[in-house]
């Protein structure tokens, strides 16, 4: 049997094509493994970083990401996950505000939400007090209300066993709690890789999703006598308004903690997660969690 030329001219230029299609493909395949592999890893000020993946809990930066070190306000992502993982919790339930959460803000020169003796404030309200002001104040509040105890300290002991209890639960090795909100008394601290961890799994929440996510909101207590006033409150998270696809998490900071972040952005799918511990300024933390979130967005 016959086989006209042209047969096989059209067999050949088929084939011909295929092989090319694939090299392409395999070629931009080994072109973006190669460009990943050559990435330049970002220099950070911050004494210590990590980020990861959330979709997969893959490592993309690393820098001391297993020293321990103060956390600052970063621990009330702790205080945030304890209390909502409450059994049978009700967010709209009230809390009374005491003199006592008053008088710790100002014995300790705390960050405040600046919640006022008296007013009965809605377990919601409290965790937004908590996480964009970062209000010390709402963060004892919240430690009384979900403390088991007879007495204010027992209730507070109790609650901060519950925040060492979680990070075990999480299977976390380095990192310790001695307060609700970050001003420690020695014994308080965690690492970039634990803290992550820990959002991450806060992240799991939708109610903390959607606190954390806010850039500023103003919210109606009810007052001493029955009436009400407004409370209005902005995040300190200034990345929320800076970084593109940012979705929370926290701030810190502190004298032996210098300036911390822990950070979470989601672009084209994808969610990243990190934290920076012990940067120089709150300028130099943003700069910081820029270059390791652009980093790892091009891992």
Request: a positive charge; charged letters at 15%.
């Amino acid at each position: 049997m016959k086989i006209g030329i042209k047969g096989i001219n059209r067999v050949s230029a088929t084939a011909t094509v295929a092989l090319t299609a694939g090299a392409v493909i395999a070629g931009s395949v080994f072109a973006s493994a190669a460009q990943a592999a050559t990435l330049p890893v970002p220099t950070i000020a911050a004494k210590g970083g990590y980020v990861m993946n959330n979709g997969t809990a893959s490592t993309l930066y690393t820098k001391a990401a297993d020293t321990r070190r103060s956390t600052g306000s970063t621990t009330k992502i702790m205080t945030a996950k304890v209390v909502l993982a409450q059994t049978n919790l009700n967010l709209d339930s009230k809390v009374t505000i005491q003199k006592a959460y008053s008088d710790y803000i100002v014995a300790k020169g705390a960050s405040s939400a600046h919640l006022i003796v008296g007013d009965k404030v809605t377990v919601r309200q409290l965790l937004y007090g908590l996480m964009l002001p970062s209000g010390c104040d709402a963060a004892y509040a919240l430690a009384d209300k979900f403390g088991t105890g007879t007495t204010r300290a027992a209730r507070v002991t109790s609650f901060i066993g519950k925040m060492n209890a979680s990070a075990k639960s999480l299977g976390l090795k380095n990192t310790h709690f001695d307060s609700f909100d970050g001003i420690g008394n020695g014994s308080n601290y965690s690492t970039p890789r634990d803290l992550t961890k820990i959002a991450s799994s806060a992240m799991k929440n939708s109610t903390f999703r959607a606190v954390v996510k806010t850039k500023s909101t103003t919210q109606k207590v009810t007052t001493k006598s029955g009436g009400y006033r407004y409370m209005s409150w902005t995040n300190t998270n200034t990345m929320l308004g800076s970084y593109s696809g940012a979705i929370g998490v926290k701030t810190g900071s502190g004298p032996t903690a210098g300036y911390c972040l822990v950070f979470a952005a989601t672009r084209n799918g994808k969610t990243v997660i990190g934290t920076v511990l012990g940067s120089t300024s709150a300028t130099v933390r943003a700069a910081d969690m820029k270059k390791i979130m652009d980093y790892s967005f091009k891992k």
